[in-house]
Antibody, heavy 115, light 107 residues
């Protein structure tokens, strides 16, 4: 059974940094695409970053230069390092298997950027 | 960036009725279009990919159609568990793969 579990969310001040983790089971992150999607409170969905099976990364313009997606193959885990956080980055962050159509999703972790 | 526009924003409908949800892309996305269902407090669930292919385990009452810029999600006979928010998403090219703003199905 495929599972994704996100951890690392919390309250952080503007300008701060946070790293989220996405622990995968039931498939290998080394040969799959994984996407981070966020959802601001009461709002819609936004793809923010994707890492492909070859390790190449792609970012939405809204986070480019501030967020970095990476993976640890032995730990079967995907990370997103978020720097220079802004109030508008407040959202539930989901990781999902795939890059286009997203078949499996985690339960999400809430990031709140506020002073 | 391709903009996805869904209509209507809210659809008030009764169980047993047929629901038709629309999604329009600002430029052609071919058939690179997915539909998701999201219930309150839950993660989204993939319903349809490739514009018309049901994901594993999705009931046959859900169907998708369209290509290019105009797409439709049809739920043939609404069940109580279908009341949720539905999002379309293109994956034609990055960056990024954008979602529509969602359609809320309510009783």
């Amino acid at each position: 059974e495929v599972q994704l579990v996100e951890t690392g969310g919390g309250l952080i001040q503007p300008g701060g940094s946070l790293r989220l983790s996405c622990a995968a089971s039931g498939f290998s992150v080394s040969n799959n695409y994984v996407t981070w999607v966020r959802q601001a409170p009461g709002k819609g969905l936004e793809c923010v970053a994707v890492i492909d099976s070859g390790g190449s990364t792609h970012y939405a313009d809204s986070v480019k230069g501030r967020f970095t997606i990476s993976r640890d193959n032995p730990k079967n885990t995907i990370y997103i390092q978020m720097n220079r956080l802004r109030a508008e980055d407040t959202a539930v962050y989901y990781c999902a298997r795939g890059s286009g159509s997203l078949l499996n999703w985690g339960q999400g972790t809430l990031v709140t950027v506020s002073s | 960036e391709i903009v996805m526009t869904q209509s209507p924003a809210t659809l008030s409908i009764s169980p047993g009725e047929r629901a038709t949800l629309s999604c329009r892309a600002s430029q052609s996305v071919s058939s690179n279009l997915a539909w998701y269902q999201q219930k309150p407090g839950q993660s989204p669930r993939l319903l349809i990919y490739g514009a018309s292919t049901r994901a594993t385990g999705i009931p046959a009452r859900f169907s998708g159609s369209g290509s290019g810029t105009e797409f439709t999600l049809t739920i043939s006979s609404l069940q109580s568990e279908d009341f949720a928010v539905y999002y379309c998403q293109h994956y034609h090219y990055w960056p990024p793969y954008t979602f529509g703003q969602g359609t809320k199905l309510e009783i």
